[in-house]
């Protein structure tokens, strides 16, 4: 039985709290707070932008009537702070318009990650139909248990690469570079390249032929996390419980790019009903750093935890 398959998964894993090995490594860190540990957010009706925050150095004052101001900090990153109404849109609408915008400096990462989705979803629909072949095919595995054990001992070459463990909540198979283990609360699957790893809310898909990896994590509460990667594009996204929006969105890409920004993103929150506060990131540097810290900062000082 070879580690091999389980690789992919185990870097996605270790991308959560540190990074894989490597120049396109993924570093993530996480800190959890409790839905009543958040305080209500302001209604705001004017932005309050300090000379400085952190890294980040104002440009001149503000702009659109207190609506927006906008901060440089090192290497050449932006920062622009905003102060959006809803205006009868959903909250989803207005911050789609913001990834859109910020997207079109990094076209390459969004054309690799959009063929990777595709590509996707057409192994799932293959995985659906395969599912139902699985399925059919169980009854007779089952049946035939006791006759591939026999077949088993007897093939002492074959079985040198097999591994199958049964106890109380424990099932485990293997051949070759394919495993299936099933405990309680965790399921990991590994296909060749390909593997799949669930944990209660945890999701991992991992796919090592074409550097993919997606990560789905939710609680309880209703927090989650998403992560969408593909060799040197990846695409975080953070959606916190609760009807007032608080989220974080970041695409980025480890090739030099024509426009020579290499990170974008932004850090919204508002309460129900708006306005929203939004602070944008543009950056020539993959290392979030503490732009994004500062960037986030300022939401605070403006609209609240």
């Known amino acids: 039985m070879t580690l091999r398959p389980f690789?992919?998964?185990?870097?996605?894993?270790?991308?959560?709290?540190?990074?894989?090995?490597?120049?396109?490594?993924?570093?993530?860190?996480?800190?959890?707070?409790?839905?009543?540990?958040?305080?209500?957010?302001?209604?705001?009706?004017?932005?309050?932008?300090?000379?400085?925050?952190?890294?980040?150095?104002?440009?001149?004052?503000a702009q659109d009537g207190g609506?927006?101001?906008?901060?440089?900090?090192?290497k050449g990153t932006e920062v622009s702070l905003h102060?959006?109404?809803?205006?009868?849109?959903?909250?989803?609408?207005?911050?789609?318009?913001?990834?859109?915008?910020?997207?079109?400096?990094?076209p390459a990462a969004v054309a690799q990650l959009k063929a990777s989705a595709d590509a996707e979803k057409a192994r799932m629909q293959a995985d659906l139909a395969r599912a139902d072949a699985d399925t059919a095919a169980a009854a007779a595995e089952a049946a035939a248990a006791g006759a591939d054990a026999a077949a088993a001992r007897a093939d002492g070459a074959a079985a040198a690469d097999r591994a199958s463990?049964?106890?109380?909540?424990?099932?485990?198979e293997a051949e070759g570079d394919d495993a299936s283990v099933r405990l309680p609360g965790m399921r990991i699957e590994t296909r060749g390249d390909q593997a799949s790893v669930r944990?209660?809310?945890?999701?991992?898909?991992?796919?090592?032929?074409?550097?993919?990896?997606?990560?789905?994590?939710?609680?309880g509460g209703g927090d989650s996390v998403s992560i969408n990667a593909q060799n040197d594009?990846?695409?975080?996204?953070?959606?916190?419980?609760?009807?007032?929006?608080?989220?974080s969105w970041i695409l980025s890409d480890n090739r030099e790019t024509e426009s020579g920004w290499r990170m974008v993103g932004f850090e919204a929150r508002g309460p129900v009903?708006?306005?929203?506060?939004?602070?944008?990131?543009?950056?020539?540097?993959?290392?979030?750093?503490?732009?994004?810290e500062d960037a986030k900062d300022l939401v605070t000082l403006n609209v609240g935890e």
């Open 273 to 292: 009903g708006g306005p929203l506060v939004v602070a944008t990131v543009r950056s020539r540097d993959t290392n979030r750093g503490r732009a994004f």
């Open 67 to 74: 609506k927006v101001c906008t901060y440089v900090g090192r």
């Open 165 to 172: 463990v049964h106890a109380p909540g424990v099932a485990i």
């Open 83 to 106: 102060l959006v109404a809803l205006d009868g849109e959903s909250p989803a609408d207005v911050l789609k318009a913001f990834e859109n915008r910020l997207s079109a400096s990094l």
């Open 233 to 247: 594009a990846a695409e975080i996204r953070t959606s916190a419980a609760g009807e007032a929006t608080r989220t």
């Open 7 to 61: 690789l992919p998964t185990l870097c996605a894993l270790a991308a959560l709290t540190a990074a894989c090995d490597g120049d396109n490594s993924v570093r993530i860190t996480s800190t959890r707070s409790e839905s009543d540990a958040k305080g209500v957010l302001k209604v705001v009706d004017t932005l309050q932008c300090p000379q400085t925050m952190g890294s980040l150095t104002r440009k001149g004052s």
């Open 199 to 219: 944990i209660g809310g945890f999701h991992i898909d991992a796919n090592d032929s074409d550097g993919s990896a997606r990560v789905r994590a939710s609680s």
